[in-house]
């Protein structure tokens, strides 16, 4: 046990150090802050190995081995070369990372916080992965990978990768599962859990020191601990699905398109682009995401050369180039986004699924009527400040995008049975806690009516 514990910290390492050096080499503005950055380095390392791993075994057909390793290192140790050259290796005055002064209603925020983070720990230690998504469409990619250390195109032989479920899903996530499996020397139903638990973390650590640069502590850990307490939310934090990766992936590509709204950069438009990418190479859901970005940009770049350059190479390129591998192997083997068969249909049956899920199921708790209800109190405040209501807009978009592919589509049986609404909003839901967060702001709170004192 002290072995295999000892080897997914290895696996946690492989991530974490490629993912902090490029992010210091390249990103260091956009990403200061201790915990953002740690958010962000876990989740880009990840990323940038399994992309690697993406065109080894699913373009070039190759074989794992040591090769790989060896290939790592030199990666990392030219990214350390590098970062030596320009920052030395004082890590402890780059990271300045202090704990002072917090109020008690700080410390228990905190605590709740940790507590749901120890909760979440507490169920991944124990539970095996069980329910049959998690195992067909996942886990068991990850397990025939590892088992043939490779891709299995042969037709004829076990382990075939068009013969598990949903063949056309993205390959981020078991590949995550596969390079733990691969160092731990064994696939374990286990261990895999502590992958998401680390996205759950990284979700709430990265929200809370992005709200840091709007928002006083107190408000960014109350949002924070709303989030964390969301109980759709906590349960996929030990459940192996793509859900919460691919909230955390659309979250910090939200988050960085909104900051190039309000102040430009070259560097946030990147991230948001490398974010985005690695929620396509998660989920297919992430299609309606990009369309809706796209959408709501549109009025932001229009009539500005020097906007639309920008935004035409720092995203459209980076994250063309990011998906390029995936795209052409879906392309070679004629793979669809679509994972029901059947046409164009009309299904309004549902609009009851929806509301039974956003209103009155015990998923989300009082969220969803949270958020409609600031957003019609704060609707005249959100259209004058053009970047919200610019985020706000992609929001309606690609939850309008998803409500159609239910209502269009023959999706609507995952509606109607119950199976898959609930996950679909997961990666709606911190996107609109942001979009809230954003209107505890003092300037929306003096511009309102409602909040102004009567005597003034």
Same mark, same amino acid.
């Given at each position: 046990?002290?072995?295999?514990?000892?080897?997914?910290?290895?696996? %946690?390492?492989? @991530?974490?150090?490629?993912?902090?050096?490029?992010?210091?080499?390249?990103?260091?503005? !956009?990403?200061?802050?201790?915990?953002?950055?740690?958010?962000?380095?876990? !989740? &880009?390392?990840?990323?940038?190995?399994?992309?690697?791993?993406?065109?080894?075994?699913?373009?070039?057909?190759?074989?794992?081995?040591?090769?790989?390793?060896?290939?790592?290192?030199?990666?990392?140790?030219?990214?350390?070369?590098?970062?030596?050259?320009?920052?030395?290796?004082?890590?402890?005055?780059?990271?300045?990372?202090?704990?002072?002064?917090?109020?008690?209603?700080?410390?228990?925020?905190?605590?709740?916080?940790?507590?749901?983070? @120890?909760?979440?720990?507490?169920?991944?230690?124990?539970?095996?992965?069980?329910?049959?998504?998690? &195992?067909?469409?996942?886990?068991?990619?990850?397990?025939?990978?590892?088992?043939?250390?490779?891709?299995?195109?042969?037709?004829?032989?076990?382990?075939?990768?068009?013969?598990?479920?949903?063949?056309?899903?993205?390959?981020?996530?078991?590949?995550?599962? %596969?390079?733990?499996?691969?160092?731990?020397?064994?696939?374990?139903?286990?261990?895999?859990?502590?992958?998401?638990?680390?996205?759950?973390?990284?979700?709430?650590?990265?929200?809370?020191?992005? @709200?840091?640069?709007?928002?006083?502590?107190?408000?960014?850990? %109350?949002?924070?601990?709303?989030?964390?307490?969301?109980?759709?939310?906590?349960?996929?934090?030990?459940?192996?699905?793509?859900?919460?990766?691919?909230?955390?992936?659309?979250?910090?590509?939200?988050?960085?398109?909104?900051?190039?709204?309000? !102040?430009?950069?070259?560097?946030?438009?990147?991230?948001?682009?490398?974010?985005?990418?690695?929620?396509?190479?998660?989920?297919?859901?992430?299609?309606?995401?990009?369309?809706?970005?796209?959408?709501?940009?549109?009025?932001?770049?229009?009539?500005?050369?020097?906007?639309?350059?920008?935004? &035409?190479?720092?995203?459209?390129?980076?994250?063309?180039?990011?998906?390029?591998?995936?795209?052409?192997?879906?392309?070679?083997?004629?793979?669809?986004?679509?994972?029901?068969?059947?046409?164009?249909?009309?299904?309004?049956?549902?609009?009851?699924?929806?509301?039974?899920?956003?209103?009155?199921?015990?998923?989300?708790?009082?969220?969803?009527?949270?958020?409609?209800?600031?957003?019609?109190?704060?609707?005249?405040?959100?259209?004058?400040?053009?970047?919200?209501?610019?985020?706000?807009?992609?929001?309606?978009?690609?939850?309008?995008?998803?409500?159609?592919?239910?209502?269009?589509?023959?999706?609507?049986?995952?509606?109607?049975?119950?199976?898959?609404?609930?996950?679909?909003?997961?990666?709606?839901?911190?996107?609109?806690?942001? @979009?809230?967060?954003?209107?505890?702001?003092?300037?929306?709170?003096?511009?309102?009516?409602?909040?102004?004192?009567?005597?003034?």
């Amino acid at each position: 046990m002290i072995m295999s514990a000892l080897k997914v910290m290895i696996f %946690f390492f492989s @991530l974490l150090l490629p993912g902090y050096l490029i992010l210091a080499l390249f990103f260091d503005q !956009a990403s200061r802050g201790f915990l953002k950055k740690l958010a962000l380095s876990f !989740a &880009l390392g990840m990323l940038w190995l399994s992309w690697q791993l993406l065109v080894l075994l699913f373009v070039w057909q190759l074989k794992i081995g040591a090769y790989f390793i060896w290939l790592l290192m030199a990666e990392n140790l030219l990214l350390l070369i590098f970062y030596g050259r320009r920052y030395g290796f004082d890590f402890k005055k780059r990271w300045n990372f202090t704990l002072k002064n917090f109020k008690p209603l700080e410390i228990l925020f905190s605590v709740l916080i940790t507590t749901q983070l @120890l909760f979440a720990a507490a169920n991944a230690a124990v539970k095996p992965v069980a329910t049959f998504d998690s &195992l067909a469409m996942w886990a068991l990619k990850a397990k025939t990978i590892f088992l043939n250390q490779g891709v299995v195109f042969d037709s004829g032989q076990p382990g075939y990768w068009a013969a598990a479920s949903h063949h056309n899903y993205p390959p981020l996530v078991p590949l995550a599962q %596969f390079w733990q499996s691969f160092l731990v020397g064994r696939f374990d139903e286990i261990l895999i859990n502590w992958i998401f638990v680390a996205f759950y973390a990284a979700l709430l650590f990265f929200l809370y020191g992005s @709200l840091r640069a709007y928002l006083n502590r107190t408000y960014s850990l %109350f949002f924070t601990w709303l989030l964390a307490t969301m109980p759709l939310i906590l349960y996929h934090s030990y459940s192996v699905y793509a859900d919460l990766p691919l909230a955390f992936f659309l979250t910090v590509a939200f988050v960085y398109w909104y900051k190039w709204l309000e !102040a430009g950069g070259a560097d946030k438009l990147v991230l948001a682009a490398l974010f985005m990418a690695g929620a396509a190479l998660t989920k297919n859901d992430a299609v309606f995401f990009i369309l809706a970005g796209v959408l709501a940009t549109m009025p932001a770049v229009a009539f500005n050369w020097r906007k639309w350059r920008q935004w &035409l190479l720092g995203y459209g390129l980076v994250l063309t180039a990011t998906l390029a591998p995936w795209w052409w192997f879906m392309w070679r083997h004629d793979l669809g986004l679509s994972n029901v068969t059947g046409g164009w249909g009309w299904h309004p049956q549902i609009f009851k699924s929806f509301y039974t899920v956003l209103f009155i199921a015990a998923s989300w708790n009082i969220w969803w009527f949270v958020f409609v209800l600031l957003t019609a109190l704060f609707s005249a405040q959100i259209v004058k400040q053009r970047p919200l209501a610019l985020a706000y807009l992609n929001w309606l978009a690609a939850a309008g995008g998803l409500l159609l592919l239910y209502l269009l589509t023959e999706s609507y049986q995952y509606a109607v049975d119950g199976t898959a609404v609930s996950r679909t909003l997961i990666g709606l839901a911190p996107l609109s806690l942001w @979009l809230i967060a954003m209107l505890a702001r003092r300037e929306f709170f003096a511009a309102n009516k409602f909040f102004q004192n009567k005597n003034d």
